[in-house]
């Protein structure tokens, strides 16, 4: 045989097997992991399924505000840990960065998307319809939509708590409020925790409350706290996003180097080691829980849309355990927080959610 006929032997018997070559090809890329990625799914061992891609848009407070975006971020950060998620995150700077935020990382495949506050409600309201096959959740707003979960907080009954403690504790018989936005939403926290704080006390003074109209000028929320406690407040409460951090420093400022006199209390998140010392206990606020909830629900196909509400006896609000200032507090009163926690568990105390509210709820209050 000479060359020329090896060279179409040669070329005949690989022409014979490129087929069964390509079929090997196939079959070994059906095992292989790309873009699309496998991931054994929750309750399905074994099985094979696309990775989920979960985004959250934060709002204008951003991460890093140690309180509202970070406590949901934590529910991220678990879900990623206990389902293997990719996760897309967005950072807002105003209100109409929303719509274009939500629609963006949507279009990026994120199946599950996180809008981070009740800012973001209208911007959802449109986006929603736009993507059916995008499951939606929202903290602190209701949008009703067949694909959307709305992730909603008993604020004032954690509220109440914190003012209850407040009550009890100060010395100068006057405490404060600062707000972020002036909203319904925030007015939850602000009536709650008057309510509780002359239901420990009636003569205590609720000092005229501020409101900083940001959520993220730290400037803005010390230049509050100092106004209040140069009014004589002894006891500040916030709920300002990242404005808070401000409360804090004003907090230190105004204490000095003396001995403790002055305290702030925290919210959503645990801040009580902000400043430690300084900060009487947290009202926490369990976004981090809700934001899991729902990623773990999506990952077993058990997500549903509606509304999702978390009160304190569900676990969904309440304070720290004041481990910073348990002396200040003492005992006794620690356990008339506990008793009257209960109280609000069971439905015996029904916090009132508006200042207008506030008198005719003192006046029906069963006593603790």
């Known amino acids: 045989m000479d060359k020329f006929e090896n060279r179409l032997l040669r070329r005949s018997f690989a022409a014979r097997l490129a087929p069964f070559a390509l079929l090997a090809a196939a079959l ?64 807002s700077k105003k209100v109409s960065d929303y719509p274009g935020n939500l629609s963006g990382i949507a279009d990026q495949g994120a199946k599950v998307v996180f809008a981070v506050g009740i800012t973001q409600q209208d911007a959802l309201q449109t986006v929603a319809d736009k993507y059916p096959d995008v499951k939606f959740g929202i903290i602190d707003a209701v949008v009703d939509k067949p694909n959307v979960r709305s992730l909603v907080f008993s604020e004032e009954q954690g509220s109440f708590l914190a003012g209850y403690a407040a009550g009890l504790v100060s010395k100068s018989g006057k405490i404060g409020f600062v707000g972020g936005m002036k909203i319904p939403l925030i007015e939850k926290f602000e009536a709650g925790y008057t309510a509780g704080a002359k239901y420990a006390n009636p003569a205590i003074v609720v ?31 916030h709920a300002a996003g990242r404005c808070g951090l401000g409360v804090f420093a004003a907090a230190k400022e105004a204490n000095g180097s003396g001995t403790v006199s002055k305290f702030a209390i925290g919210v959503d998140s645990d801040q009580d080691d902000q400043e430690k010392g300084m900060v009487l206990t947290s009202m926490v606020k369990r976004v981090d829980e809700a934001v899991y909830q729902t990623i773990k629900d999506a990952v077993e196909n058990k ?24 002396e200040v507090v003492g005992q006794a009163n620690l356990d008339k927080i506990a008793k009257v926690s209960d109280l609000v568990k069971t439905g015996k105390l029904t916090v009132p959610t508006k ?8 006046k029906s209050a069963v006593k603790p």
């Open 28 to 91: 070994s890329g059906c095992g292989s992991s790309g873009d699309s990625g496998s991931a054994t799914k929750t309750g399905e061992p074994g099985g094979s399924k696309e990775k989920l891609t979960v985004g959250i848009v934060f709002d204008s407070g951003g991460r890093g505000d140690k309180s509202f975006n970070d406590s949901a971020y934590a529910g991220i950060e678990r879900a990623e840990k206990d389902f293997g998620i990719d996760v897309k995150t967005v950072d």
């Open 207 to 237: 000092l005229p409350s501020k409101y900083t109209g940001s959520w993220d000028d730290t400037s803005k929320g010390k230049a509050a706290a100092n106004f209040l406690y140069s009014d004589g407040a002894d006891i500040v409460y």
């Open 303 to 326: 997500f549903a849309p509606g509304t999702k509400s978390y009160d304190l006896a569900a676990g969904g609000v309440g304070l720290t355990d004041f481990r910073n200032t348990k």
């Open 355 to 362: 200042l207008d509210e506030i008198d005719a709820f003192l």
